[in-house]
């Protein structure tokens, strides 16, 4: 979840995403998983500044243990978004992404990527 909201005196507006990610280990260090997401984008002062965008997604991951709950991962996805702005209609489109990643596990059934916070 993200909220950011701006005024430079010319233009203003909020932006609001919403996600959530959930996945199965396969085996010891081997996930998959789906995620879902929406960010809402108003902008005052800018031509078609308003969009929605829906993504969903799959992924992959292969996780490293480097200490007693910690655990580095290689990360595989595909996701399709959905984009709705005034200016130019929809724009829907793919993407296929892979990337690195960080994650602490407190227990045997919940997980959090370090990475993902720090990019929010």
Do not use: C
């Not at 990610?21 to 108003?42: E, K, P, Q, T």
Request: charged letters at 15%; proline letters at 2%.
């Amino acid at each position: 979840m993200s909220f950011q909201s701006a005024d430079n005196g010319t233009t203003s507006g909020s932006t609001l995403g919403l996600g959530v990610n959930g996945g199965y280990f396969l085996s010891d260090g081997l996930a998959i998983g789906g995620r879902l997401g929406f960010i809402g984008d108003d902008k005052a002062g800018v031509a078609g500044g308003n969009k929605s965008e829906i993504n969903i997604g799959l992924y992959g991951r292969k996780y490293m243990e480097v200490a007693s709950g910690f655990y580095l991962y290689a990360n595989a996805g595909f996701d399709y978004m959905m984009r709705k702005t005034p200016a130019d209609k929809d724009n829907n489109g793919f993407m296929i992404a892979a990337e690195p990643g960080f994650a602490w596990f407190p227990n045997a059934n919940w997980g959090i990527h370090m990475v993902d916070l720090l990019l929010q």
